[in-house]
């Protein structure tokens, strides 16, 4: 809140009367007129630099205060409103917000949502955001001897049913009930909505060969490109997902090291960072 401030000090009291014949009292200063008469050229300047002083220092403070608002506005976009945050945060430059949005369960994505994708090849798309970093660390998979390759990238809403039908009709071909046969297939597959997939930010990598080594390097090494390994499997009672070693999540560089150095999941880390 602005508040005008008073000066408490009064002005000096009209000067005595002078008689005509007697000389003006004169100051002198390396800051003013050696005939500058006391209280005009010398006070003038002081109060000149004074209220260049102020008006500094009031731009200052009032741009503080926009950026200060600013930033507390965005936190409320995402505590008060979680889901449509999603729509408003890929917009968001900051690395600290697009790459840290929740979906799961219990925070699906907003109708209508959207994102930019990147080709990065084999038929498969990624938000153009991560697109480098992910064929960087593709790329020196590669060079550790491993043979990667993506399995399944971005996908719409649509996909993501698909996939899910297909999983609940193998399983009741396997004899499950209905109501068994998706529930067993939620295990492994998000209903649609709340798949990361459909971020945009997730992908699943196999290798070619089917090295299994492929997955320890990439558990490994994949947080110095801004990924983490998902869906553990001693964090199954948190994510609500089974294992999965092939499917990384970008979160971007900060929050993927400080997650492998924890052993969090993106639940338990976002629950602690608030």
Sequence with gaps: MNRTHRNNHTRDAAPAYRPACRPARRVYSSHASATAPLGTKVHRKRRSRFNRARNVLVAIVAIAGLLHISGLANRLVVLIEPNAAATFLQFDEDECTWSLVLVNASNPLPDGFS???ADVGGGHSVDKRIADSLNA???DCRKAGYHPFIRSSFRTRDQQQQILNERVELYREAGYSGEDALSAALQWVALPGTSEHELGLAVDINDEED??????????NAHQYGFILRYPLDKVGVTGISNEPWHYRYVGKQAAGEIYQTGEALEEYLARSK
């Design 115 to 117: 994102v930019e994708t």
């Design 137 to 139: 660390m593709l790329e």
């Design 211 to 220: 090295d299994e080594g492929m997955y320890t390097w990439l558990a490994s």
